[in-house]
Structures are given as structure tokens and as C-alpha cells.
């Protein structure tokens, strides 16, 4: 456990409804990653925040997704609008600002579409 | 944009020591980080190098030479438990991170 959770741990949805992930993560990482990971693949970047900012946004992220941390503290990702190919593991982890490269990750969100 | 390359499967015995290399492509390169995962849990955090050289803790390792854009984990000592999935990850414009596909690391009494 490192202290990071996420919530719920699965969740399946038909296709075109929406879906609300929450990440606590560890109370003094002022940093917030969230990163999604397909079977057999590393985690890929989606989206960041330094305290309550968002700092940055892939590109590839499509528009159906946002993402807030309203207090600096806890963060939602929601999907809207969900496809098929949005099914894949959510994981979300904290950071110190100094130290963004040890990143502590949360066990996950499976997201299923049907 | 940025690339990583890994080797996809590596097998040892218990015991023995082995080396997962990782090449890169990328601008704007800060450093390279290693992550574990085992099957069904999250990434944790191994090694992290942000200059060229050695960095040891405990039984891994981690390498980097930048001109060579080119890195490797060393896993000493192989234990059953180190059978996993091994991730490097390249760290760029300060505060983005690129994840490879990963290396399954399958140990072997």
C-alpha cells in the first residue's frame, strides 16, 4: 500500500454513459498524475496538477475527458460519453514537487466498456 | 515525440544477475526511472537517474549514459518474488514522464 487510493477499484459501463474516477493521494504530495495502462503496456501520461492546477494535458486525451482537483487535494477523472476503447486500467499517482520522478501510484480503476 | 525500447521478456534462474537495457529517443530529456509491477498491481517506484553513472540501492541498480541515450536496470541476487514486469520511463520537459512497454522478468528455481 503507498498510501495512494483510488476509488472504486472496477467499474463497468455501457458504452456512451459517463464515469467518475476519484485519486486521494498521499496528504503532502503537493503533485498529481493520472495515467491510463492497456494490457501489456507501460502507463500512458494523461494529465497532471500542481496543487489545484492543472498544469498539463496530453494531446492525445481526447475532449470527452477531464479531469479536477478542486482543493489540492483529492482529483476526479471523468469520461463522458464512454467507448469501447476507453476500457483500460486508470491509475493515478502522487508526487512531491522536488522529487516528481518517484512517482507513488494508486492500485488502479479497471474500466470496463460494454 | 518520444520513444523507448526494451527488450519484451527476459528469463533467469534464482540466484543469478540480469540486465534489462532501455534506449531512448526523446528532447527534452531530465532523467530515466525504473518501476516494478507485478501482475494485477500498480507501478513502484525502483531507481531513478538523473546524471550519468551508477546508482545502487540494495539488490538493483540503475545505469544511464546520456550520450549513449541509453540505460539499464541490474537486478542481483534474482529472487522468485522479482518475477514481474519492469518499466523504464523517461522523464522530459521537467515534469513529463514516457513509459516503455515494459520487460517480464520471469525468475526460475
Known amino acids: 500500500d503507498t498510501g495512494v487510493s483510488q476509488d472504486p477499484r472496477h467499474k463497468i459501463t455501457k458504452r456512451g454513459q459517463n464515469v467518475t474516477f476519484r485519486c486521494d493521494p498521499i496528504s503532502e504530495h503537493n503533485r498529481l498524475y493520472w495515467y491510463r495502462q492497456t494490457l501489456g503496456q507501460g502507463p500512458e501520461f494523461l494529465t497532471y496538477f500542481q496543487n489545484e492546477a492543472q498544469l498539463e494535458k496530453s494531446r492525445l486525451l481526447s475532449d470527452r475527458f477531464s479531469a479536477e482537483r478542486p482543493k489540492g487535494s483529492f482529483s476526479t477523472l471523468e469520461i463522458q460519453r464512454t467507448e469501447q476503447g476507453d476500457s483500460a486500467m486508470y491509475l493515478c499517482?502522487?508526487?512531491?514537487?522536488?522529487?516528481?520522478?518517484?512517482?507513488?501510484f494508486g492500485p488502479g480503476t479497471r474500466l470496463t466498456v460494454t | 515525440g518520444q520513444s523507448l525500447e526494451q527488450p519484451s521478456e527476459v528469463t533467469a534462474v534464482e540466484g543469478a544477475i540480469v540486465q534489462i537495457n532501455c534506449t531512448y529517443q526523446?528532447?527534452?530529456?531530465?532523467?530515466l526511472s525504473w518501476y516494478q509491477q507485478h501482475d494485477g498491481g500498480a507501478p513502484t517506484f525502483l531507481s531513478y537517474?538523473?546524471?550519468?553513472g551508477l546508482e545502487e540501492t540494495g539488490r538493483f541498480s540503475s545505469f544511464l549514459s546520456r550520450s549513449d541515450s541509453y540505460g539499464y536496470l541490474l537486478l542481483q541476487e534474482l529472487q522468485m518474488k522479482d518475477s514481474a514486469s519492469y518499466f523504464c520511463a523517461v522523464q522530459y520537459n521537467f515534469n513529463k514522464f514516457y513509459f516503455g512497454s515494459g520487460t517480464k522478468l520471469n525468475v526460475k528455481p
Open positions: 499517482a502522487s508526487t512531491l514537487r522536488d522529487r516528481d520522478y518517484e512517482q507513488y
Open positions: 537517474n538523473g546524471l550519468d
Open positions: 526523446t528532447s527534452g530529456f531530465y532523467g
